[in-house]
């Protein structure tokens, strides 16, 4: 489970060098041909314990257009389980590319209506899907349990290998990724989320329920910014999508419109208020989640001139 050292980039941003900022781009979308980003790091223990305990099937749960889902079903064949992906809401012919894409990995897909998703936790329902399936290696929605912290955590090890720095800034989801990047710094350094969604305000309790659970620590070297999640999740927005074209003309590197545009277009912007000490080097990270834009521009191709080529 080998997973390569993610290249570290300077991004020559005005608002930097007015700030006397460093401003890096860890490009860990980069790091596993396969398994991009922060879901092969959240699977890596995960996967390293469904071995250890005999299973042979994976069972994990996700939206239509679910990057986890999609990460779960890549790798599934690449580390020999079986996948079934627990999908939120009716099913939908064709298929989505998502959801396309994880069954052409081989991955079943079953499907729950909405309030039963809001269940899928509970003992009852959990016990009925593996009556249904057989016995299965449960991975909860977002993969966040404490067997992703300890991936997320080596990134800060690898990073700091490479470069000192002051900031470590990430897009959050279900708060998995900052949690576990929390925990490798260990109190030292400071750490950025970038929440994707609306009303995200919860995630700080989660965040610190994960952290304490893996470590028995609870950190304060931390913010989560809730405003910069233009729209909500997966919502459309002109003024994302104008920034990442633009993002991409000057870098050469596409973001995803769910998680990595709102954390440049917030880590830009928080440059301007002088959020960060001046003379201080402030790391974003890449998470990967590109295949997210098949999904989006499925749903939104009336709304813009402009789409990416991916992939």
């Known amino acids: 489970m080998t997973h390569a ?18 401003l890096l781009l860890l490009r860990d979308d980069l790091a596993h041909p396969a398994l991009p980003g922060n879901k092969w790091r959240k699977l890596k223990y995960n996967l390293l314990e469904a071995h250890r305990l005999g ?42 590319p ?27 329902v959990l016990a ?9 290696y449960v991975i909860p929605e977002g993969g966040s349990n404490a067997l992703a912290l300890p991936g997320c955590a080596e990134l800060v090890a690898e990073l700091a290998a490479k470069t000192d720095f002051d900031y470590l800034c990430v ?19 400071q750490a950025v989320g970038v929440a994707a969604l609306k009303n995200a305000d919860f995630l ?26 233009l729209g909500g999740y997966a919502a459309y927005s002109a003024e994302l999508m104008a920034f990442i074209r633009q993002f991409q003309t000057r ?3 596409l973001l995803d419109p769910l998680y990595t545009g709102k954390l440049l277009y917030a880590i830009l912007d928080l440059l301007e208020q002088d959020y ?19 999904g989006f521009r499925q749903r939104f191709e009336s709304r813009s001139a402009w789409w990416p080529t991916v992939g």
């Open 251 to 253: 870098h050469g590197v």
């Open 276 to 294: 960060f000490a001046p003379g201080s080097t402030v790391v974003a990270v890449h998470t990967g989640g590109l295949q997210g834009w098949q």
């Open 55 to 96: 299973h042979d099937t994976l069972l994990t749960f996700g939206g239509a257009y679910s990057n986890h889902l999609a990460a779960v079903a890549a790798a599934g064949p690449l580390h020999g389980f079986q996948t079934v992906g627990v999908v939120r809401g009716e099913p939908t012919l064709p298929l989505n």
């Open 171 to 189: 897009a959050c989801g279900t708060g998995g990724t900052l949690a576990g990047l929390l925990t490798g710094l260990a109190g030292t350094r």
């Open 204 to 229: 700080r309790a989660d965040i610190d329920a994960l952290t304490h659970a893996d470590t028995g620590a609870t950190y304060t070297n931390w913010q989560l910014h809730t405003s910069y999640h």
């Open 98 to 124: 998502t959801l396309a894409g994880a069954q052409a990995h081989g991955m079943q897909l079953r499907y729950l209506d909405r309030a039963t998703y809001r269940r899928k936790t509970e003992p009852e």
């Open 128 to 136: 009925e899907l593996l009556q249904e399936v057989g016995p299965a």
């Open 5 to 22: 050292f993610s290249p570290l980039v300077t991004l020559l941003e005005p608002a930097a060098a007015r700030h006397n900022i460093r």
